[in-house]
């Protein structure tokens, strides 16, 4: 039956199953050994199980605004013990010294003022917002969860394509798959030691709870997603459901005083950690977007007041900017003097003239991406782009060279999946999920692989029709499997009826009229009953644009972002 | 954010140089229906920095279900409050004394009308310093401060013929009193520099952010200065009049020079500091929202009166 890996075909990329036509690598021998006894007819009916399993359950994203299953490879792809090490030390490195990186950039500024990153970097970057300088209470908390995604190159190294670590998504899948390939694949994991991922939930909760307020010794959580327009709606629910917390919505929330409450059907509680699933800009109408209908005025200025801690912290952005990305080594070695043990992807910076000369005539050669960009979205590659594309690549680079980066080719390791009814490589990427609570960094043994399921595809992306696999992280031979019971309280978010919607935030905004010359001097009547009463300029006001609950704004930081390389 | 580091606690070396000015700046927001719910920030607490003292400062707020205070990315100082109860009409009253010292008074040497500071960068040095990184804030347009092709173009022959960045703030600042109308009530807090340089008349808020525009095209690091003026430099002592929030500039060539662009003189004893930032966005005096129907009135007055 070895007709499925019939004419597997190797390229550049590294294959993470074979090492050679028909050498297998030693982790995958069990799963090899337990697909050749199936026809590919077998393993299309168990994918189409598995694909059912997951609509009935609603585990799907939205497309274009059709929700879908998220299509999963019950082909799994596994990290050997030795391999994981450098994911379970470098990840966390990362984590480190972007916090670090944070904390400097929203207070003293020290890494600039010793010339290792140029201020500007920060000063330019969209997601860097003044309204939370200053506010340290967080600092070594700011990135709680992160999600650093990792490709695998030619000679096999992890290497970081971008950082995420404002409101990185997939998680969800990363527990979903695991139940689903286990159940259709019972036979594949053989006498190897499968790490369990179960463990997630309950330690985000931890982690949680630990980062809430000083004063606070048993803090509440809530979930706050967008609504269930959002894309990610359903990881939001399991979250929510798997941690036993509430989920709410903005409208849900009031802040009085700079302190936060929960409406519930039982009365108001006050709420101390929030793991918010919405982007900064929405988070808070009278500091951020007045539009907004998501989020809830008053947030931040609790967060300052270090009544409640907002998790992800607002703000983090910066340390996704892929320019950023670029001084991230420096930035390991300035805060924590350590070298990096993850590398980065050779980039090039569009703003240095050397590199702008370098990059504009290897462009043909070269991966060109927006630093701003997510989702896939806008990236350029070289080698498969036509003339006109270069060209327009080329001019927008000098428009605007802060907003681009320029990346060599890497052919992503690839993994068997089945398409049809054969086996082929595929090009996959690997977002590990990181938890942080203040002390430490914990990586969970697993993570998101993403495949680009069309064939030469290079960007792995589920908006560009992408799938995913299960990831299994092998044990070290001694080490003993965990498998600790999930405490699972359901809570369902209360809907609170009796509340009046808002119908809208409005700004208020008054200025009274400008200057006085002094020639010809005023001579103001000094009656005190005749005091005039300046009319303030004209007072405008934007009338909230979207209405609760409206699919119009979707933010959800930057879920499923893109994975480009060359083959 | 400050200007200088001259000593400027020991008064009496100035004597009668010093003013000590009373500002009450009162706001009054009217909804036309009842809120239940608003949120809001004021800036109009003066700072505390060299070249002005404060000698106390005091919020009234009505109704007052407590405040936050905190000083902002640019240093202005917030109040931060909230109110939850059914109200339809918010007033706010800050009530200032701050005394002023004249321009001479500190900084290296000063930088009274006309006359350069020691310090004075030329134009090579500006562009050889490292200010174009720490000052990038103040340097890149924002919506309100970005400028058309005439204005460009109005700043590149400045630019020509200035002989150092001073001059050209001065000169930036002379041709738009020569050239725009003052005029209360023309334009509104969200009028960008080329819609009032289109219309030739402006308030305050205009003047500074088109002088902002300009000076920025000369990549000469520019801020918004939000305060208040008393509107007579020969102030009688004990006398309350009305005076107003205020804005004009300041430049950086080696330290940040402060300019009136509206009345295209250095600021002096008249002119007291509340806040900086890239532009009026970044110091509005009154910022926020309520839940409730849209639009209503608001009246804000500032009376000043010298007191010394």
């Not at chain 1, 090492?19 to 007819?41: D, F, K, M, N």
């Not at chain 1, 059912?52 to 999963?72: H, K, M, N, S, Y």
């Not at chain 2, 279900?65 to 240093?75: K, N, Q």
Request: with cysteine; glycine share 10%; aromatic share 8%.
């Amino acid at each position: 039956m070895a007709d499925l890996f019939q004419d597997y075909p190797f390229g550049r990329a590294w294959d993470e199953m074979f090492s050679g036509p028909g050498v297998i690598r030693p982790a995958y021998e069990s799963v090899h050994a337990a697909l050749q006894t199936l026809s590919a007819a077998d393993l299309k009916a168990r994918a189409d199980i598995m694909g059912r399993t997951f609509l009935d359950q609603g585990i799907t994203f939205a497309l274009g605004g059709v929700e879908r299953p998220f299509p999963l490879d019950l082909i799994p792809r596994i990290v050997t013990a030795q391999e994981w090490k450098v994911v379970q030390t470098g990840v966390p490195q990362r984590v480190r010294a972007l916090e670090a990186f944070l904390a400097d950039c929203y207070g003293p500024g020290r890494i600039f003022e010793d010339g290792v990153v140029p201020r500007r970097l920060v000063t330019t970057s969209p997601h860097f917002h003044r309204q939370v300088a200053g506010m340290a209470h967080q600092d070594g908390a700011r990135i709680v969860i992160s999600g650093v995604d990792l490709i695998r190159d030619e000679h096999g190294a992890f290497r970081v394509l971008e950082d995420n670590v404002r409101v990185p998504s997939g998680v969800s899948y990363v527990l979903e798959n695991r139940q689903a390939v286990s159940q259709v694949l019972s036979e594949a994991g053989g006498d190897s030691q499968i790490r369990s991922v179960a463990e997630y939930p309950g330690r985000l909760l931890a982690a949680l709870r630990a980062v809430g307020p000083d004063n606070v010794s048993d803090p509440t959580v809530v979930v706050l997603t967008p609504g269930v327009y959002n894309s990610a709606y359903f990881e939001h629910t399991l979250l929510a459901r798997e941690m036993g917390v509430e989920l709410v919505e903005g409208r849900d929330l009031i802040c009085r005083n700079n302190r936060v409450f929960v409406r519930t059907t039982g009365g108001e509680m006050p709420v101390h950690v929030i793991y918010r699933r919405l982007d900064d800009e929405f988070l808070d109408p009278m500091q951020f977007r007045l539009d907004s209908m998501l989020g809830s005025p008053g947030l931040i200025n609790a967060a300052r007041a270090g009544h409640l801690t907002i998790a992800n912290a607002v703000g983090n952005g910066i340390a996704d900017d892929k320019l950023v990305y670029t001084y991230v080594p420096d930035i390991i070695r300035y805060y924590l003097s350590e070298e990096p043990i993850l590398l980065n992807v050779d980039t090039y910076r569009m703003e240095e003239p050397d590199h702008l000369e370098y990059a504009l005539e290897h462009l043909a050669e070269l991966v060109i991406k927006p630093v701003d960009g997510s989702g896939g979205k806008g990236i350029v590659i070289g080698s498969h782009a036509d003339a006109s594309t270069l060209s327009k690549a080329r001019q927008a680079i000098l428009e605007n060279p802060r907003g681009w980066i320029a990346q060599r080719e890497i052919a992503l390791s690839t993994v068997p999946t089945l398409i049809g009814d054969k086996v082929r490589p595929r090009h996959v990427d690997l977002r590990p999920f990181a938890v942080n609570d203040g002390n430490s960094v914990w990586v969970l043994p697993g993570g998101l692989t993403r495949v680009a399921l069309p064939e030469g595809e290079l960007v792995v992306n589920s908006s560009q029709g992408g799938g995913s696999k299960d990831t299994w992280v092998l044990a070290a031979p001694e080490s003993p499997r965990t498998e600790p019971d999930l405490e699972q309280q359901s809570s369902l978010p209360a809907q609170p009826e009796d509340m009046e919607p808002l119908v809208g935030w409005q700004e208020s905004e008054a200025q009274s009229t400008g200057a006085f010359f002094f020639d010809p001097p005023v001579t103001p009547d000094d009656d005190g009953a005749g005091l005039r009463h300046q009319q303030g300029q004209q007072q405008q006001h934007r009338r909230a644009a979207a209405t609760a609950g409206s699919p119009t704004a979707l933010p959800d930081g930057q879920s499923f972002s893109s994975t480009p390389a060359g083959q | 954010m400050s200007v200088g580091t001259a000593d400027i606690t020991n008064g009496s070396n100035y004597g009668s140089d010093i003013w000590r000015l009373l500002i009450v700046h009162r706001t009054e927001l009217t909804y036309p229906d009842t809120v239940t719910t608003s949120y809001n920030e004021f800036r109009m607490q003066p700072s505390d920095e060299p070249g002005q003292a404060v000698l106390s400062s005091r919020m009234e707020i009505d109704p007052f279900e407590g405040v936050t205070s905190y000083l902002d990315y640019f240093g202005t100082r917030v109040a931060s409050f909230d109110v939850h109860r059914a109200h339809r009409h918010l007033t706010v009253t800050a009530t200032s004394t701050v005394e002023t010292f004249p321009a001479t008074a500190f900084g290296a040497g000063g930088y009274g009308a006309g006359t350069a500071h020691p310090d004075e960068m030329t134009w090579e040095q500006l562009v050889s310093s490292d200010c174009h990184d720490r000052y990038e804030e103040f340097l890149t347009p924002t919506h309100l401060t970005e400028l058309n092709d005439e204005l460009n173009g109005l700043s590149e022959q400045i630019r020509a013929q200035a002989r150092n960045p001073s001059a050209a703030g001065r000169e930036v600042c002379s041709l738009l009193k020569k050239s725009l109308k003052y005029e209360q009530g023309a334009t509104g807090v969200h009028t960008s520099a080329v819609e009032a340089w289109t219309e030739k008349r402006g308030v305050c808020q205009d003047f500074s952010h088109l002088a902002i525009g300009m000076l920025r095209a000369m990549s000469i690091p520019t801020r918004y200065v939000s305060g208040y003026l008393h509107p007579d430099k020969d102030a009688e002592i004990g006398k309350t009049v009305i005076g107003q929030s205020h804005a004009w500039i300041e430049w950086f060539d080696g330290m940040w020079v402060p300019y009136d662009p509206t009345n295209a003189s250095s600021p002096g004893h008249s002119h007291v500091v509340v806040g900086r930032g890239r532009d009026y966005r970044d110091v509005p005096p009154v910022k926020g929202v309520y839940a409730g129907p849209e639009a209503s009135g608001n009246e804000v007055t500032v009376r000043v009166t010298r007191l010394r």
